[in-house]
Structure formats: structure tokens, C-alpha cells
């Protein structure tokens, strides 16, 4: 029974990335992307598991019914007929947009500088608490430069954004080669292949799609040991890195299973077991771990806010840097009704997808900087493309109201500097 449903998660990943195959626009849609991280990240660490004895009886079964159900939601949610969300149809001042787009870069490039800083044993391959915690929430804010720098010189041609986006770039590219971050090289390459598909219409041959997502997922199982070189010298030491056994990992993680899915098969066994679940508090918990700091309200103000769990498994210790999968969250929060939690997010995805592809600036911003934390609730939790959400409204909206044009000023543009109008 196990190896049969190893063969239909098989099948199921692979109808979603032939999906994604029929026409170019679909390499950047959700139910594609999230069968590109469930082949890399989830596929391999499956073979493995599904003959170890040491599992509870039925749970690696149970897990991945479960997994199948939640890709199909994926996949059955962005489907759904959307129209354009109306609260995304603005019109913004494209100077204005690269002001903010400079200063923005200039206060996320200082928490980019001082996190680079910190010893590599604080921020690489660790649960990072305090003030590395801090650094990373503002250094966000980079992203949301390049994000508008990117979109603007897609557009037109422009200098000032050009410099912007190089700017940019030296901080990115420090963070990714410095702690190996896999979401944010994914991250700063879609920037890109979006800003470019929506002004010039170019897609990325799918033919190098799929030799990318082969070479992502021969690389993805070595990246602990990247980790572990860079967190040794708090940089990278090429002659111990040609050395890692990229094939030989890969071979491991196949034969004897994966961290992250072993960890989803004991939290699900547990829940289904025991039958206690959250019913979505685990949302709320998360946005008060993000943004109430223990710093400005004391320790006991922040966890009066947290609402009561169900308590985990006894026997449940994760290695630490392994995550437990947004199949695990989803199936504690509502059982196997939690499926539903990646058919809403699949569906909100979609409206902001069609809203974006009709040119509206916001949109577009929006869907470029959630689409990464959405295929993470495939491989981390659900939660993570709310807490980039809750983030935007409190940092990107007040900002970006600035470079908004007001609507007797639409009504005379032609009289006024260039702006990306709603349809480009």
C-alpha cells in the first residue's frame, strides 16, 4: 500500500509540473510552482520513508492521502473563474515610485549589513531569536525596493532604476551566497521572470525550466552541508565545497527517508490519534510571535496573547534547522478539512494573479513577493505567505500610498510625468 501511494504522490507531482508545461505563462503559476517544490523538496525524502519500520503503523499512509488531497487543492483552487480584486486597481507616479523604491532599499540594505555581521552560528541553519529576529523583519524592506525598481525599469528603460536594482543586488546576493538561502535565490530569479513577462511578455524556454528544476533538486539535499561549511567560517570555503557529495546526498535522502517528512508523519499520526486539534489558532499565534516584540511589551504581555495549544507528541524532537511541512499544520488545524487551507491560498493567488496580468502595478508587486512563501506552504508551514500579507500592509501600503495618483490627476495624465497606468 505504501509504494502504491509513493506512485500516485509520484504522479500527481508530475501531472502538475506537465501542467505548468502547456502554455508559457504557467511557469509562474502557483499549482506549477507548488509541484516544482513538492518534486525537489518532498519527493525525494518519500521512497525511504515508506518502508521504515519504526513509523507508526498507517501514519506514512495517512500522510501521504493527505499530501495527494492538498495537492489537488492547489491545483482545484487556482482553476476557480476569478475576476480582478478592485482594491488593487490604482495608478501610481513612476518618480515617486522609485523614491520609495531608494529609500526603501537604503533602510533594508542597513538590516541586510548588520545581519551579515552576526556570527554565522546566530543566523545560519539556527531558530533565530532577538535581535538577528529584528534584523530580518526590516531587512524586508530591500525586497520591496528591488520589487518596484524591477517592475519600473521592466517598463522602461531607466538609469535610476538600474542603479537601484544593482544596489540591491550586492545585498541579496551576499545573504544568498553567505547562508545558502534557497528561497531567496528562488525569490530574486522570479522577480525578474515576472517583471518580465508582464511589460515584455518574455517567458524562460521550458525546456531550462525543467533542467533547473532537476539541478534544484539534486542541489536542494546538499544545502546542509553548505550551511554547515559557511556557519564554520561564517563564510564560504570553495575547496571544502567542490568536496560535497551532491549525488551522495541525494542517494541518502532516497534510501533512508527525509527529516522533513518524518516530522509531518508524526505530528499528523499524533493529531489523528488523539483528535485534538487547533482549529486555526496556530494562525494567530504565528502573527503574535511575528509582530509583538517581547522587547517593547515584556515576555508575559506577548504570551498572554497566545491562545492554548494541543500539546505535541512526547516523543517528537525534530533536528533542529528541519522544518515540518504545511501538511502537518493544516492537518492539526482542521484534520483532513485543513486540505482546504491550500484551496484558499491557491484561489487568492489566482485573483491576484489575474489581477497583476491586467497591469495593475500593486497586483503585480504583491504576487511578486508572495509566490515564494506560498510554495513554502508545501514545504514549511501555511503561514508563512500571511505573515509576508500582514508585513506589506504595515510597511509597502503607507509607502506606496505616496506614489498613488490621485484620481483628478488620472483624469488629466497626459499632462502629467509617465506613471504605470492600470494597463501598462
Known amino acids: 500500500m505504501n509504494i502504491f501511494l509513493v506512485f ?24 506549477f510552482l507548488t509541484g516544482v517544490i513538492t518534486f525537489s523538496f518532498i519527493l525525494p525524502q518519500v521512497p525511504g520513508l515508506a518502508t521504515d519500520s519504526f513509523l507508526p503503523e498507517t501514519a506514512f499512509a495517512r500522510t501521504i492521502a493527505f499530501t495527494i488531497v492538498c495537492l489537488f487543492m492547489c491545483w482545484w483552487g487556482w482553476s476557480q473563474t476569478a475576476r480582478p480584486l478592485a482594491f488593487f486597481r490604482l495608478d501610481f507616479d513612476e518618480g515617486r515610485l522609485l523614491i520609495i523604491a531608494a529609500l526603501l532599499s537604503i533602510v533594508g540594505a542597513y538590516f541586510y549589513f548588520k545581519l551579515s555581521r552576526l556570527p554565522g552560528e546566530l543566523t545560519i541553519a539556527v531558530q533565530m531569536t532577538g535581535t538577528p529576529v529584528m534584523y530580518v523583519f526590516f531587512s524586508r524592506l530591500l525586497s520591496y525596493g528591488l520589487v518596484i525598481a524591477a517592475l519600473c525599469f521592466a517598463r522602461r528603460f531607466s538609469w535610476w532604476a538600474a542603479t537601484i536594482i544593482a544596489f540591491d543586488l550586492v545585498f541579496y546576493l551576499d545573504r544568498i551566497v553567505i547562508t545558502g538561502k534557497r528561497a531567496e535565490t528562488v525569490e530574486l530569479i522570479m522577480i525578474f521572470m515576472l517583471a518580465w513577462w508582464w511589460y515584455k511578455g518574455l517567458a524562460i524556454p521550458r525546456t531550462l525550466i525543467i533542467v533547473g528544476v532537476l539541478l534544484g533538486t539534486l542541489l536542494m539535499n546538499s544545502m546542509g552541508d553548505y550551511r554547515t561549511i559557511t556557519k564554520a567560517n561564517s563564510a564560504p ?172 490627476r488620472r483624469n488629466r495624465y497626459e499632462m502629467h510625468p509617465p506613471s504605470l497606468a492600470a494597463n501598462g
Not at 500516485?8 to 502557483?30: A, D, K, N, Q
Not at 508563512?384 to 500592509?393: A, E, G, R, S, T
Open 237 to 408: 570555503v570553495w575547496d571544502e565545497i567542490k568536496r560535497i557529495d551532491v549525488v551522495g546526498n541525494l542517494s541518502g535522502v532516497l534510501r533512508d527517508g527525509g527529516e522533513e517528512m518524518r516530522n509531518a508523519i508524526v505530528r499528523i499520526h499524533h493529531a489523528a490519534t488523539t483528535m485534538q486539534f487547533d482549529y486555526g489558532k496556530f494562525h494567530w499565534n504565528r502573527l503574535v510571535f511575528s509582530f509583538v516584540p517581547a522587547q517593547v511589551v515584556g515576555v508575559d504581555v506577548k504570551q498572554s496573547f497566545m491562545l492554548p495549544m494541543p500539546p505535541r507528541a512526547r516523543d517528537f524532537n525534530p533536528v533542529v534547522g528541519t522544518t515540518e511541512t504545511g501538511m502537518a499544520d493544516a492537518f492539526e488545524s482542521f484534520w483532513y478539512l485543513g486540505a482546504f487551507k491550500f484551496f484558499i491560498l491557491a484561489y487568492l493567488l489566482r485573483r491576484i494573479w489575474v489581477t497583476a496580468n491586467s497591469g495593475e502595478f500593486a497586483a503585480q508587486f504583491t504576487y511578486a513577493l508572495s509566490i515564494i512563501p506560498s510554495m513554502h506552504a508545501i514545504s514549511h508551514q501555511t503561514d508563512w505567505v500571511l505573515m509576508v500579507w500582514v508585513h506589506m500592509l504595515m510597511f509597502a501600503a503607507p509607502v506606496l500610498a505616496f506614489a498613488i495618483i490621485p484620481y483628478r
Open 8 to 31: 500516485c504522490l509520484t504522479g500527481v507531482v508530475l501531472l502538475l509540473l506537465g501542467w505548468g508545461m502547456l502554455r508559457p505563462e504557467r511557469i509562474y503559476e502557483f499549482p
